[in-house]
């Protein structure tokens, strides 16, 4: 489900070097479909990059799980930075993409993702509402 490879150790699978953009560039390894041929790659084997060390040159590679644990208060679904970003990638969404989707700006999104704000309980309603109409799958912690 998980696995963390150097760059020296992907080169060898590969049996090509990787491209100095990949040891110097975080976008590089971004998880996202559109004008990135390796990203299709590692998502069309049902991995996302989870990890990334430019520093030691290694990257985590993670299989998504099928249902995610929620937190609830009441009826109100908690969502926190790692249930939002799987929803996103589950959905093969850009930030920008789920940003549409909830008619609120990217950088909120982002913020939500890296947890220096969580949404509020309305918003929560909303990324509930649209998750289930998606078809994301969850189930309330004991």
Do not use: C
């Not at 953009?21 to 390796?38: E, K, L, P, Y």
Request: charged share 25%.
């Amino acid at each position: 489900d998980e696995v963390t490879l150097t760059f020296a150790e992907l080169e060898a699978l590969m049996g090509q070097p990787l491209p100095a953009s990949a040891r110097t560039q975080r976008m590089w390894w971004g998880n996202r479909r559109r004008g990135a041929v390796q990203a299709q790659a590692w998502m069309n084997a049902g991995f996302h990059v989870e990890g990334l060390d430019l520093d030691h040159q290694q990257v985590t590679f993670r299989k998504p799980k099928r249902i995610y644990e929620v937190n609830r208060v009441g009826n109100t679904i908690l969502w926190d930075a790692e249930l939002i970003k799987a929803f996103r990638q589950q959905m093969d969404w850009s930030q920008a993409e789920l940003a549409d989707q909830l008619n609120m700006r990217q950088q909120t999104i982002s913020e939500w993702e890296t947890g220096l704000y969580a949404p509020t309980r309305s918003t929560s309603k909303l990324l509930t509402l649209v998750a289930e109409q998606a078809g994301f799958k969850y189930e309330t912690k004991e």
